[in-house]
């Protein structure tokens, strides 16, 4: 069982930068480089939805089109954590970000974008933008 712990989240003005933080463990003796790892996010009244991807080998990387360009996932496997690097926020990034691990046995270049193909959830870290 992953447990993965969300942080970094806030309150701020269209056009700062947030950068979230994902913590994973728990991993049974499985490395954490195994992982693709995900962000999605949630707003009010609306369905969950993809945010970034970035995969167990080479680090591939996958954006949803609203935030390409202005949002960056990255992962620092010695310290089993992924990230997202928010810039230039709009008042429509406002939602609760979830980080989310799949359970993946080997090295793959794929992507992964749909909420159900991920095995393992955060609790959630509120963002909101004010215009």
């Known amino acids: 069982q992953v447990q993965l712990v969300e942080s970094g989240g806030g309150l701020v003005q269209a056009g700062a930068s947030l950068r979230l933080s994902c913590v994973a463990s728990?991993?049974?003796?499985?490395?954490?480089?195994?992982?693709?790892m995900g962000w999605f996010r949630q707003a009010p009244g609306k369905e969950r939805e993809f945010v970034a991807t970035?995969?167990?080998?080479?680090?591939?990387?996958y954006y949803e089109s609203a935030v390409k360009g202005r949002f960056t996932i990255s992962r620092d496997n010695a310290k089993n954590t992924v990230y997202l690097q928010m810039n230039n926020l709009k008042p429509e990034d406002t939602a609760v970000y979830y980080c989310?691990?799949?359970?993946?046995?080997?090295?793959?270049?794929?992507?992964?974008?749909?909420?159900?193909?991920?095995?393992?959830w955060g609790q959630g870290t509120q963002v909101t933008v004010s215009s």
């Open positions: 989310a691990a799949k359970d993946l046995l080997y090295y793959s270049s794929a992507y992964y974008y749909r909420a159900i193909e991920y095995d393992y």
């Open positions: 728990g991993a049974s003796g499985r490395s954490f480089t195994r992982y693709p």
């Open positions: 970035i995969g167990n080998s080479g680090g591939s990387e």
